[in-house]
C-alpha cells in the first residue's frame, strides 16, 4: 500500500473497539467514535435535567440548527429534509406516502436489501400493484460494466412504472450504482426515483440537490458514524408535499401547528431526540480528519483487503475498484456462510460478514478509520486456515 500507516495509527484511538474483535463490518452497524458517544450523552444530560424547558423551549430551535448542519453536508436545504431514525423508517414513510393504483408496478433490484423489499412487496399487496425486480447482470467470471448494469433497470421500464428504488450502493456485493444514468433515464419516461443510501453518507460525496432523485433515504450510523437512531429522508420540492407520516401526534408541539410537510415529523410523540442533534458532531469529526482522505485511505484498504483474499481463493473480482469504496465484497468458494462467518469470530475474532447471494458465497469488507492493514492480513491469513 503507497500509503504511511502511522499517519493513521493515531485515527484509532478515537474509537473504543473492544480489545478482542477486529471490526470489518461498518457496514452493518456503525461504531461510533468517543467524540460522538461523549457529546450524544451530554444531549440525553441536558434533556433529562429539565425536559420541560428542552422540548418546549430549546429543542425546535436545536432541530433546525442540526437539519441545517446535515443538509449543508448533503448540499440541499434544511426545507428538503427530516430527520428519521434509520433508512428503514423512511423508506417506509416513502412507501406509505406513494398513492399506488391497482397495476402500477414499483421496480427494485435483486440487489436490493431485503428489508427494503419487504416495505414494498407489503405496499404493493395492499395497492393492488404489482412488485417487479431487475436482474442485475451476474459477477461470477468478471465485473459487469456500468452500462451493462443500467440496461438491465432500464430494459424493465414499463407504462405502468411509477416509481423506480434503487440502492446508491448495494448491501451484499457493496456496488456503486450509476445513479446519475438511473435518474436520468427515469425522469425521460416520468418515473420517480427513490435512492436508498445508507452506505453513501461520508462513504461517497453525496449532493443531493445535484442527484436530481426524488426521494432518498440514508441512515448515518453506518460511515458518517453518528449514533445508532440517526437518518434521514430528502424529498425533492417537487413531491415533498406528499410525503405523509406512518405516526401521527402533533408534529409540532402547539401552540404552533404544522405549516410545511416536514413539520409533521418534528414532534412524533415523546421520544429522545439526542441521536439526531449529535449528528453536527459527526460530521465534525469527519470533516476534520479530511473526507478526501478518509475516502483515499479507506479505498486503498479496501483494495488491499480485495487483492489478498484473491491470493487466497483465486476467485476474481466481483467489482473494479472504481465501483466500491470503503467497503469491498469477493467471492469465496462454495461453501457454508454462516460456518465460515462464525469461524472467524469464534477462532479468530474478526467480526465480518459471509453470506449466499445470487449462488454465491461472498465475504464483505468493511474499512473505516480504525481499520489497519493489519487487520486484513489477519483476516487474510484466517481465511487460508479456514477455506
Ligand atoms: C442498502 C441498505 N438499505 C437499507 C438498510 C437498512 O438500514 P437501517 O437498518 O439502518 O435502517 C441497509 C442496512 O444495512 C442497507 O444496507
Not at 431485503?114 to 399487496?125: I, L, Y
Request: net charge negative.
Amino acid at each position: 500500500m503507497r500509503q504511511d500507516h502511522a499517519a493513521w495509527r493515531h485515527l484509532a484511538a478515537k474509537w473504543r473497539i473492544r480489545g478482542d474483535t477486529v471490526y470489518l463490518n461498518h457496514g452493518s452497524f456503525g461504531l461510533p467514535p468517543i467524540d460522538v458517544q461523549e457529546a450524544l450523552h451530554r444531549w440525553r444530560h441536558r434533556l433529562d435535567e429539565q425536559p420541560v424547558d428542552f422540548f418546549v423551549r430549546q429543542l425546535p430551535e436545536l432541530l433546525h440548527s442540526a437539519r441545517g448542519r446535515l443538509a449543508k453536508f448533503l448540499n440541499t436545504s434544511a426545507d428538503n429534509l427530516i430527520f428519521q431514525e434509520n433508512a428503514t423508517e423512511a423508506m417506509n414513510v416513502v412507501a406509505r406516502s406513494i398513492e399506488l393504483e391497482s397495476g402500477d408496478e414499483i421496480l427494485l433490484t435483486n440487489h436490493e436489501y431485503g428489508a427494503v423489499e419487504r416495505v414494498w412487496d407489503r405496499e404493493c399487496r395492499r395497492s393492488r400493484a404489482v412488485l417487479r425486480v431487475a436482474e442485475l447482470p451476474g459477477f461470477s467470471t468478471a465485473p459487469p460494466s456500468r452500462e451493462q448494469i443500467t440496461e438491465s433497470i432500464v430494459s424493465q421500464f414499463s407504462d405502468r412504472t411509477r416509481l423506480l428504488v434503487v440502492s446508491h450502493i448495494t448491501s451484499a456485493t457493496a456496488w456503486i450504482m450509476p445513479i446519475k444514468d438511473l435518474v436520468e433515464a427515469a425522469s425521460k419516461r416520468g418515473i420517480l426515483i427513490c435512492i436508498d443510501g445508507p452506505h453513501s453518507p461520508a462513504q461517497i460525496p453525496l449532493n443531493l440537490d445535484e442527484t436530481g432523485c426524488d426521494f432518498y433515504t440514508a441512515s448515518l450510523h453506518k460511515w458518517l458514524s453518528a449514533p445508532l437512531g440517526s437518518g434521514f429522508l430528502y424529498a425533492h420540492p417537487r413531491v415533498a408535499e406528499r410525503i405523509r407520516p406512518n405516526r401521527l401526534s402533533w408534529g409540532v408541539l402547539p401552540p404552533r401547528t404544522p405549516t410545511a410537510w416536514r413539520d409533521e415529523f418534528e414532534w412524533m410523540g415523546t421520544r429522545d431526540p439526542s441521536a439526531f442533534l449529535t449528528v453536527p458532531t459527526a460530521i465534525e469529526m469527519m470533516e476534520s480528519v479530511g473526507l478526501d482522505a478518509f475516502r483515499e485511505r479507506t479505498h486503498s484498504l479496501a483494495c488491499f483487503a480485495q487483492q489478498q483474499i484473491a491470493t487466497v481463493t483465486g476467485r476474481p473480482p466481483m467489482t473494479s475498484p472504481t465501483n466500491f469504496g470503503s467497503m469491498v465484497t469477493c467471492l469465496l468458494p462454495q461453501g457454508d456462510s454462516d460456518t465460515l462467518q462464525a469461524t472467524l469470530w469464534n477462532d479468530h475474532g474478526i467480526e465480518v460478514p459471509v453470506w449466499e447471494f445470487c449462488g454465491e458465497r461472498l465475504i464483505r469488507v468493511s474499512c473505516h478509520l480504525y481499520t489497519q492493514e493489519e487487520h486484513i492480513r489477519r483476516l487474510t491469513e484466517a481465511l487460508r486456515q479456514e477455506l
